[in-house]
């Protein structure tokens, strides 16, 4: 069973999924420990030893101007809140590691979604209590490009409509590109850039990653689409090489909700920078 | 009959002023119609005046254009030599003072860099008419469009009575809120923008000038008005300098505080056009770039050039006129950076000014170069003032005053300058590159001729964020000795502060890999910079914990100053917490670039370095100017600003987790077609706008209170507060020099420190003894005092 801290924020806490709802609690449950230690020390001390202006004081430290004053310290308080932050500190690190390679991916990497999918398989994407996400029999590939300002999407290989169909929306009386993949899926989105440095947000997922211009994503060739696209024999679309070798980003896209959201650019890239939007559906 | 040197240069300027009054102000060729001058001297390639003869026309303006709706043109003119058979026909140049031109087709094309000028192609040049498209502003005011066509006979010679030109001009108007037949214009934010700076200079020279005067009413002539003056532009004094860069600071801090509120009305509201999205990015760029190099630099410099000297013992900073080069360079600096914005062309990169868009000639703006060449005078004016103070600080300290003796605040400006003097440079070789590929054409940052894009990041960031340390250890150093006075205790820990400050500067140069986490990183190295990242906050909890321990047993006098520091430590400490969700790679992914880190980093640089800087206003103020200032005041300042602070930038966090990115001049609410931020976001938006600008205002108590304290306030003591370093012990103000005095090449009667811990006096320890090595490498195991 997941459970998330603050309700309050809910279930619009668009930017932390599931995925990472322990690490969130954790992380605020150590956040009101530390600030609650802090602050209740502060307001204590600020409190109990406060004193007037021309109150008669002890000068314990023997404060006398062009003295540098006696040292006042504790060899044993001091190693204690060096160390103990310390080990708290590791023990961050070591739960933050756990749960990257579920959504954060480099092309080769096992996110535990198995192999590629054959034409027309399903992921069947479940929830695994004991691993504490989700995990999938096989996952499907599609590309992403950004431009100054909007979005490309293809398929690939994905060529059943059911499992990913690229299409445009209109987004605050705008025209934008659209995806739209179906629930319990598990995609993995190779990406490039058409000019500058870009970062798609899946804000629902939580999902974002820089795409970097590349000479990939150029049009060396002339066909007036990105060199990391080459068009196959039956129409359809193909990157040009492995992920690797062109160099793509990679993010892992679990499509776990029933929902509508927006993809947003998120490495500032000019002008138009706020309206390169993109519409991802999500449908059962 | 010889000419002197006056005349030959009169006569040269005249002979080159004659060649450009000659020389044809605009290009006329056949792949289009340019140059700077064609809007105020026409087309005068082609011949000296227009020619009636050519008529030149626009179709499919509207009668009103609607905001950012696309309209189809096309420009066409008749008349003058060009007729069927010619090899060319004409050309043409339209500007627009706003909107965005689009060629249609391969006869036209975007002319010098701009999305608001349009020409023709080569294939265009063989037509009199084109088509194009105009997108109109999202704003409502007149757009003017001035149009320039050339008839030509198509021999290939620009010049001569043949071919012929002329000019129109058209005004067209916005449906955009009309009332009755008046259309309003809307406002231009960068005029409202020009006129603050301008008021604010006014009010600065204002009251300079009252001050001059009310220091001497009886005196008071334009005769003794222009020494006095002169002198402050010419001074190498420590104080005085330290004077001018804290105005300078707190001017700067001003100016980037309007450009937040210009951001703040943007968006208080969803799709609000207040700005349009151009307006917005050059506003959110200068406000980062003036606030951190511009407001929080200067300030730090400004506390350090009064204070380091003072609390050392010396007379002067090392080099003095040096020093006054380092400051003089910054309004160069300022100037630059601010020309692109007047020119309607400011720097559109974010401070950060990531590669390849900062090269981008097409789209980015022409303001880029002037930021990158005025930050380059920064770096310079930076560099310098590290080795002031680097040495400085190693070999003018007083008889007495070994490394582990140096009150805190020094060492936090020590350590700072060795963060800046050693991260610095990688930004300036960075900054050179940027230059060059935007003004010689090199390919540092080209990725079609190999250049790469990461290497600005890497660059970039290797500086970036140790100068995040650098604005705010500085402020460490302020609240040490603000609490430590307070508390009429010595600071707790006085060695493990020095150790966290010194481990703070180190860890700085190992961590900045956590801002490019989303960039591609090998996962190995992801978890390296984690772990390094999250190390910070060992030292920085020392420091934390060490203050609130100075307070045990102590007897805490509530001075303004006082509930500053307390307040810092609220806000640092909370900006602390929240820092730490950024390291954990896998919360960093969704929180990136959202606006929780906005409200982290301004709890930390606002709630840091800024209160920081407010504590040390109110505690060094008597010192600076030998008068007290009021403490009602002062506390009704803190109690405004610290609610209306918090009022501001809380909230923010929220809506990061919702999924509000920074640096969108827009956000998006739910609807029924797809989900982004709930309807809340929007009511937080407004209330973070109106807190903003009640925290902006409450901040004029505090000059109110400078202002009036200076004419009003009660004199100030030499050691208003008990405080133990050296600059108590001077007058307040103190003179000049500022310690002893200097006779036949020798300083005499420069202050010693005594210790109160007899076992360490003239004994350095160990690591004195290597830093003393490090610092002063000539020296032996002796520690250096002037």
């Known amino acids: 069973m997941r459970v998330r801290l603050f309700p309050s924020l809910g279930d619009r806490m668009a930017g932390i999924t599931p995925l990472f709802d322990n690490l969130w609690n954790e992380y605020i449950i150590w956040s009101f420990l530390v600030g609650g230690f802090t602050f209740i020390w502060l307001y204590h001390h600020s409190l109990w030893y406060k004193s007037e202006e021309g109150e008669d004081w002890d000068n314990k430290d023997g404060i006398e101007v062009g003295v540098f004053p006696k040292h006042y310290d504790n060899f044993t308080l001091e190693i204690a809140w060096t160390v103990l932050p310390f080990f708290l500190i590791v023990y961050l690190a070591l739960i933050s590691w756990g749960p990257l390679d579920a959504i954060w991916s480099s092309a080769e990497a096992d996110g535990g979604y198995g192999d590629q999918c054959a034409s027309g398989e399903l992921s069947n994407m479940t929830w695994s209590e004991s691993e504490g996400r989700y995990v999938a029999e096989c996952y499907h590939i599609i590309y992403v490009e950004a431009y100054q300002w909007g979005w490309n999407f293809d398929c690939l290989e994905v060529t059943v409509p059911d499992l990913c169909e690229v299409g445009t929306a209109v987004i605050d009386g705008t025209p934008a590109a659209s995806l739209t993949l179906k629930q319990g899926e598990v995609y993995l989105a190779a990406m490039g850039s058409a000019d500058v440095t870009h970062a798609p947000w899946f804000v629902s997922w939580g999902v974002k990653e820089d795409v970097l211009y590349s000479q990939g994503s150029m049009d060396l060739n002339g066909d007036g689409l990105s060199d990391n696209l080459a068009l196959t024999e039956n129409g359809d679309y193909a990157l040009s090489g492995s992920i690797g070798e062109l160099g793509l980003m990679t993010v892992w896209l679990p499509a776990d909700n029933v929902e509508n959201f927006l993809l947003l650019c998120t490495e500032y890239c000019g002008d138009n920078h706020a309206y390169m939007l993109a519409q991802i559906n999500v449908h059962a | 009959m010889k000419m002197n040197n006056s005349s030959r240069a009169i006569a040269a300027l005249a002979v080159m002023a004659g060649v450009l009054l000659l020389a044809p102000l605009v290009s006329s060729l056949p792949t289009g119609i340019g140059g700077s001058s064609i809007q105020t001297a026409g087309c005068n390639c082609h011949n000296g005046v227009s020619d009636s003869s050519v008529v030149a026309d626009i179709q499919g303006f509207p009668e009103q254009y609607n905001a950012s709706e696309t309209y189809s043109l096309s420009v066409s003119f008749t008349g003058g030599p060009a007729q069927a058979g010619n090899a060319n026909l004409g050309g043409f140049n339209l500007w627009a003072s706003d909107g965005v031109f689009s060629p249609t087709d391969g006869l ?14 080569e294939a265009g040049n063989d037509y009199t008419s084109w088509a194009l498209d105009w997108t109109a502003p999202e704003s409502g005011k007149d757009v003017d469009f001035i149009l320039h066509v050339n008839s030509v006979n198509g021999d290939g010679v620009q010049t001569g009575q043949i071919d012929q030109w002329n000019r129109a001009d058209y005004t067209l108007q916005s449906s955009f809120g009309v009332i009755g037949d008046v259309i309003p214009e809307a406002p231009e934010p960068f005029v409202v923008l020009a006129t603050l700076i301008l008021i604010t200079l006014a009010l600065v020279a204002i009251t300079i000038l009252y001050g001059f005067y009310r220091s001497d009413p009886d005196g008071f002539s334009w005769e003794t008005f222009s020494p006095w003056i002169a002198d402050w532009l010419t001074t190498t004094d420590h104080k005085k300098i330290g004077t001018l860069y804290f105005l300078a600071g707190l001017f700067f801090l001003g100016i980037g505080g309007i450009m937040a509120l210009f951001i703040r009305v943007q968006l208080a509201t969803p799709g609000n056009d207040f700005l349009t999205q151009d307006q917005y990015n050059q506003f959110f760029t200068l406000h980062g770039t003036t606030m951190i190099f511009l407001a929080a630099m200067p300030l730090i410099n400004g506390f350090a050039n009064w204070m380091v000297p003072l609390q050392i013992g010396a007379p002067d900073l090392a080099m003095p006129r040096l020093n006054a080069m380092s400051f003089w360079l910054q309004p160069v600096g300022a100037l630059l950076i601010f020309t692109g914005v007047f020119s309607g062309q400011g720097a559109d990169t974010g401070w950060t000014g990531y590669a390849p868009y900062v090269v ?23 560099t310098l003032t590290g080795v002031n103070f680097l040495t400085t600080i190693a070999v003018m300290r007083a008889e007495g005053m070994g490394w582990m003796q140096m009150p805190l605040f020094t060492w936090s400006i020590l350590v700072a300058n060795l963060m800046l003097f050693l991260s610095i440079p990688a930004f300036g070789v960075g900054l050179i590159q940027v230059y060059l590929d935007r003004v010689v054409g090199t390919a540092f940052y080209d990725v079609g001729a190999g250049g790469d894009p990461l290497l600005w990041s890497h660059l970039f960031w290797y500086f970036g964020h140790p100068e995040v340390y650098v604005v705010i ?21 006085y060695r493990s502060m020095v150790f966290a400050m010194a481990g703070i500067g180190v860890v700085a140069f190992i961590v900045y890999g956590h801002h490019m986490f989303t960039s591609g990183m090998s996962p190995v190295l992801r978890f390296v910079t984690m772990v390094t990242t999250m190390l910070v906050a060992v030292p920085t909890g020392i420091k934390i914990f060490n203050w609130l321990k100075t307070m045990h047993g102590g007897s805490l006098v509530y001075r303004t100053h006082t509930l500053w520091a307390l307040g810092f430590l609220v806000t640092f400490t909370l900006g602390g917490i929240s820092g730490m969700f950024f390291p954990s790679i896998a919360m960093d992914t969704h929180l990136h670039e959202s606006y929780f880190v906005v409200a982290h980093f301004h709890y930390v640089l606002v709630g840091g370095t800024v209160f920081g800087f407010f504590a040390a206003i109110y505690y060094w103020y008597p010192k600076m100017t030998g008068r007290m200032m009021d403490e009602r005041l002062g506390t009704l300042h803190f109690l405004t600003a610290f609610i209306s602070y918090n009022g501001v930038f809380w909230p923010m966090h929220r809506l990061g987790v919702w999924g509000m990115a920074r640096r969108h001049h827009t956000y998006f609410i739910s609807t029924d077609d797809f989900s982004n931020l709930p309807p809340e976001a929007a009511d937080w938006n407004l209330f973070i706008s109106v807190s903003a600008f009640l925290f902006f205002l409450s901040n004029f108590i505090m000059v109110a209170n400078m202002v009036i304290s200076y004419l009003r306030g009660s004199e100030a003591p030499a050691d208003p507060w008990g405080g133990w370093s050296f600059e108590w012990m001077t007058a307040s103000p103190p003179p000049t020099p500022s310690f002893g005095r200097y006779e036949d090449g020798v300083w005499y009667d420069l202050p010693k420190l005594r210790d109160a811990n007899e076992h360490v006096t003239s004994e350095p320890g160990r690591f004195a003894r290597w830093f003393n090595r490090l610092m002063v490498p000539d020296d032996g195991n002796e520690e250096v005092t002037h």
Do not use: K
């Open chain 2, 360 to 382: 981008d000639m097409v789209n980015g703006h022409d303001g880029n170069t002037f930021w990158a060449a005025g930050q380059i005078m920064l770096v310079a004016s930076s």
């Open chain 2, 473 to 493: 250890v500085p402020a460490f150093g302020v609240i040490s000795e603000v609490l430590a006075t307070s508390s009429r205790r010595s600071i707790f820990g």
């Open chain 2, 108 to 121: 036209t094309q975007l002319w010098g860099g701009s999305v608001t000028e349009i020409a023709h192609t």
